[in-house]
């Protein structure tokens, strides 16, 4: 009897556990992009609509991600650190670093 | 590093070029102390302007150029000390120097937008003949793979400022 209620409370645990660790994968993920020796990595990454963008800035010097067209988005990110944006908008964007035009890449949203 | 900055693209070729072309190829240690030399040179730049400009736009490119110039001359030297190099003086590091102060002396006589106009349009020329000379005789004559990959990040750096500094000029007018 007393072992069945062992069991039971066992088995209690888990389930609560999985309840727990199911609404993690709902949430949307974040996909990262990376700043280091002057060069972006990817050149182009593509997400879903809703999920995050995390650039993380390896150089010494500041960076920015900046969207071409419009700045829908525009983050500072100072070395060693990362910016985040999520991306609310379907379409296809260019962005670029304002202090060092010369790094550019794109960002697909599906 | 004392030398302020004041290249021209025009000067540099005639004085500082040949001055690499006549010898053999750099050594490291030449290599190592031209590109802090460039670096050192743009930082002066970029205080004579934080000291004379009251333009928005030219005063941030200057902040920029004095931040990212220290932070990879800083890189630099934390790589020579780790290769135990010592950077050697040489004719190139002379003429950049020698080019920079007869510049500084003559942007020290301008004032507001004659100043800034000056100002921009030598720091586009300065990245030009840096980055002709990191690609033409730096990188290819570096034996250290070490130094010639900072050297490689630093051509791209000195492009995206050639870039901007472009950018500022057409901004600033």
């Known amino acids: ?110 | 590093m004392q030398v302020r900055f004041g290249l021209i693209a025009g000067a540099a070729c005639l004085v500082a070029m040949p001055a690499m072309a006549q010898n053999t190829k750099p050594n490291d240690a030449q290599i190592a102390h031209i590109a802090y030399t460039a670096g050192a040179l743009d930082v002066e730049a970029g205080k004579q302007a934080l000291a004379i400009s009251k333009n928005p736009e030219i005063r941030a490119f200057a902040e920029q150029m004095v931040k990212d110039h220290s932070a990879v001359n800083d890189q630099a030297l934390a790589l020579v000390k780790k290769l135990k190099v010592t950077p050697e003086d040489n004719a190139t590091s002379k003429a950049l120097s020698a080019q920079a102060a007869a510049k500084r002396a003559e942007l020290a006589r301008l004032t507001g937008a004659a100043f800034d106009k000056a100002y921009v349009a030598n720091e586009i020329a300065f990245h030009k003949t840096v980055n002709g000379a990191l690609s033409t005789t730096l990188i290819p004559s570096a034996s250290n793979g070490e130094l010639k990959s900072l050297l490689q990040t630093g051509l791209k750096l000195f492009e995206g400022h050639q870039l901007h500094a472009e950018h500022t000029a057409k901004a600033a007018n």
């Open chain 1, 1 to 110: 009897m007393a072992r069945t209620a062992v069991w039971r409370a066992a088995l209690g645990v888990i389930a609560f556990a999985m309840i727990s660790i199911a609404p993690a994968s709902a949430v949307p993920a974040v996909k990262q992009i990376t700043l280091g020796a002057m060069s972006v990595s990817p050149m182009q990454l593509t997400v879903k609509t809703g999920e995050t963008v995390e650039w993380i800035n390896k150089d010494v010097v500041d960076h920015t991600s900046t969207e071409k067209k419009a700045a829908i988005w525009n983050v500072s990110i100072a070395p060693g650190k990362s910016a985040k944006v999520v991306m609310k908008k379907a379409g296809t964007f260019d962005y670029y670093c304002r202090y060092h035009p010369n790094m550019v890449a794109k960002v697909i949203v599906r």
